[in-house]
């Protein structure tokens, strides 16, 4: 069985910068990538980052393992991390479905949610291009087209035409079913969405079940969100404390309540950008070797 300092459990932002950060530690680090298209594949860039603004998702991680491959100290397994198993005598042992076990003295668990899409037909065509989940990751490439905000919110739809007026001038409010409560000032369509009209990802018309046609030609739509398999197998067996909202619960320097295994990204949180994740990939690293080096304090100094 192969040793390693840390395991990383997902190859996105979080945890590629986490083994950055690692390798200059001069840690031994494992990271555990599944073969599945990552969530952010139907995007034709990742924008955020300076300096990397704008490269695919497929060229961005090529990127970061050219940076990876320059200090030696980073595997990569296509595999998917199926349990993680704390040893008696500290450290885990990490199973996969495409290899065998490997033991790491902590863990990072950065491998994301799985988004909920709905069954509407035209959705899966227009994600990542003309229905978005944030404004900040794509809307200046949807800038100037007319928007609907998908929401049965009604604080939410409050602030949708104001919020989003610097991306579009025609902004409105599509509840895909009914609102609770009127809200004021803000065009709202109610009624199921059945349809997206598009033609190659590129929205023109939503259609409502009893056959109405919105023109619109981009949707801001955030679906569900549920924990990858691994995260509830963890939270059944080890009590890993997941929140009513789905995402894994750390302190504020990414530990969760089991010692030696920590998070990081979009699996932690419903704020969900690739800046972000990287920010608290290298946080979580930064703990993992202060905790394993018995913390880096500095006493505080004393008062005149």
């Given at each position: 069985?192969?040793?390693?300092?840390?395991?990383?459990?997902?190859?996105?932002?979080?945890?590629?910068?986490?083994?950055?950060?690692?390798?200059?530690?001069?840690?031994?680090?494992?990271?555990?990538?599944?073969?599945?298209?990552?969530?952010?594949?139907?995007?034709?860039?990742?924008?955020?980052?300076?300096?990397?603004?704008?490269?695919?998702?497929?060229?961005?991680?090529?990127?970061?393992?050219?940076?990876?491959?320059?200090?030696?100290?980073?595997?990569?397994?296509?595999?998917?991390?199926?349990?993680?198993?704390?040893?008696?005598?500290?450290?885990?042992?990490?199973?996969?479905?495409?290899?065998?076990?490997?033991?790491?003295?902590?863990?990072?668990?950065?491998?994301?949610?799985?988004?909920?899409?709905?069954?509407?037909?035209?959705?899966?065509?227009?994600?990542?291009?003309?229905?978005?989940?944030?404004?900040?990751?794509?809307?200046?490439?949807?800038?100037?087209?007319?928007?609907?905000?998908v929401t049965s919110d009604p604080a939410f739809?409050?602030?949708?035409?104001?919020?989003?007026?610097?991306?579009?001038?025609?902004?409105?409010?599509?509840?895909?079913?009914?609102?609770?409560?009127?809200?004021?000032?803000?065009?709202?369509?109610?009624?199921?969405?059945?349809?997206?009209?598009?033609?190659?990802?590129?929205?023109?018309?939503?259609?409502?079940?009893?056959?109405?046609?919105?023109?619109?030609?981009?949707?801001?739509?955030?679906?569900?969100?549920?924990?990858?398999?691994?995260?509830?197998?963890?939270?059944?067996?080890?009590?890993?404390?997941?929140?009513?909202?789905?995402?894994?619960?750390?302190?504020?320097?990414?530990?969760?309540?089991?010692?030696?295994?920590?998070?990081?990204?979009?699996?932690?949180?419903?704020?969900?950008?690739?800046?972000?994740?990287?920010?608290?990939?290298?946080?979580?690293?930064?703990?993992?070797?202060?905790?394993?080096?018995?913390?880096?304090?500095?006493?505080?100094?004393?008062?005149?």
């Open positions: 069985m192969q040793h390693y300092d840390a395991a990383i459990i997902g190859g996105g932002p979080a945890g590629l910068t986490a083994a950055m950060t690692l390798s200059r530690s001069v840690r031994r680090v494992a990271v555990l990538e599944t073969r599945r298209p990552p969530r952010n594949a139907p995007s034709r860039g990742v924008h955020g980052i300076v300096g990397l603004d704008g490269l695919s998702p497929d060229e961005y991680r090529r990127r970061a393992w050219a940076d990876l491959a320059r200090y030696g100290m980073a595997d990569m397994y296509e595999t998917t991390a199926t349990d993680v198993i704390p040893d008696p005598d500290g450290g885990f042992t990490v199973l996969s479905d495409r290899r065998g076990p490997l033991w790491a003295h902590q863990v990072l668990l950065a491998a994301g949610v799985i988004d909920v899409h709905p069954e509407v037909e035209g959705f899966g065509e227009c994600w990542g291009r003309t229905v978005i989940h944030c404004p900040f990751c794509v809307g200046w490439e949807n800038q100037g087209r007319t928007w609907g905000v739809a409050r602030t949708a035409v104001a919020g989003f007026s610097a991306w579009s001038p025609d902004v409105i409010v599509l509840a895909d079913g009914t609102l609770p409560e009127p809200v004021p000032g803000t065009r709202v369509v109610e009624g199921r969405i059945r349809r997206l009209h598009h033609t190659g990802g590129r929205l023109h018309a939503v259609e409502l079940e009893d056959g109405t046609l919105v023109e619109r030609q981009t949707l801001l739509w955030q679906p569900g969100q549920r924990p990858v398999p691994l995260v509830t197998r963890l939270a059944e067996r080890l009590g890993l404390v997941v929140g009513g909202d789905g995402y894994v619960k750390t302190d504020e320097s990414h530990r969760t309540d089991v010692p030696g295994l920590y998070a990081a990204g979009d699996l932690i949180t419903e704020s969900q950008a690739a800046i972000g994740s990287a920010a608290a990939g290298s946080a979580a690293a930064f703990t993992m070797i202060s905790d394993a080096c018995g913390a880096w304090a500095v006493e505080p100094a004393e008062a005149p």
